[in-house]
């Protein structure tokens, strides 16, 4: 959706012209039981919404600036504003409707403006960047605020913005057009730590943006991936322990989704990969 496009389905809902809106604007959020009584609910999801870097540039290279850039956010500020306090927090890779998700994983993520700006001086973390993001549910705006939060916090003296719509925005990221920090997000297409690292972070693999290549987490992916299933929740806690520490992204939250529906329907709810459960929605006769 184009978020205009978001706006108008929310107002279509309420007018009953739409059934089910499964993806409730950012800036709805703290209406959405005003507007609309119980015909909503709140769906935790292994939505999992980051930025990341194209570590074929140069001034993205170093761990320090990409850890810098990581502690200059202020994650529950932007929770909180954007988001009516809905989502959570990032403390790791791993999302917390998995078992094996863990607070106080990510030493990186914890707001620390002054540390942050002493080691993006120390790095070299360049002056200038542009941050891109795909057209959405409110990314413009929360990318937007993270800018603001490096201008404000690093000695970066000019942030550009990009925005571009989801298809164009896949194709740079092929072609490796991405000069700067990007926003994305990932889904588990099934439940397992597997799925939430080694699709993004392997040497080569398809959903791998960013280019970031290390033998030591394609090692430790891969014994995790055949260990007894006793031992391998602990292997991929090393698997993650070693990302963490590169920070080839920067993890900011994991997201719930807000779903409204008119009075038509009932049992309206969704499955950890954010579809909704068609087979269990009731229509009211």
Known sequence: YKRQDVDTAYQDVQAGNLDILSEVPANRIAQVEADFGEN??????????????????????????????????????????????????????????????????????????????????????PSTLTLYTDTG??????????????????????????????AQYLDLHESEGVTGPYRLGWLLAYPSPQYAMEPLYTTDAHSNYSDYSSEEFDAAIREANFADLEDSDELYHEAEDILLEDMPVIPLWFQDYFIVHSDRVEDVTMDLATFVRVEDVMVVE
Request: hydrophobic share 35%.
């Open 137 to 166: 549910t409110g990314h413009d705006e929360y990318v937007e605020a993270i800018g603001n939060m490096w201008m404000q916090h690093l000695p970066i003296e000019d942030i550009t913005y990009e925005s571009l719509e989801f």
């Open 40 to 125: 909503w609910s709140q769906n935790e999801t292994s939505r999992f919404v980051y930025m990341g870097f194209p570590l074929y540039q140069e001034e993205y290279r170093d761990p320090d600036v990409r850890r810098a850039m990581s502690m200059a956010i202020d994650r529950d500020e932007i929770n909180d504003s954007l988001f009516d306090g809905a989502q959570t927090p990032a403390a790791g890779l791993l999302p917390p409707i998995l078992p094996q998700g863990r607070e106080g994983a990510c030493e990186a993520c914890e707001f620390d403006p002054q540390a942050a700006a002493e080691l993006y001086e120390e790095a070299g973390g």
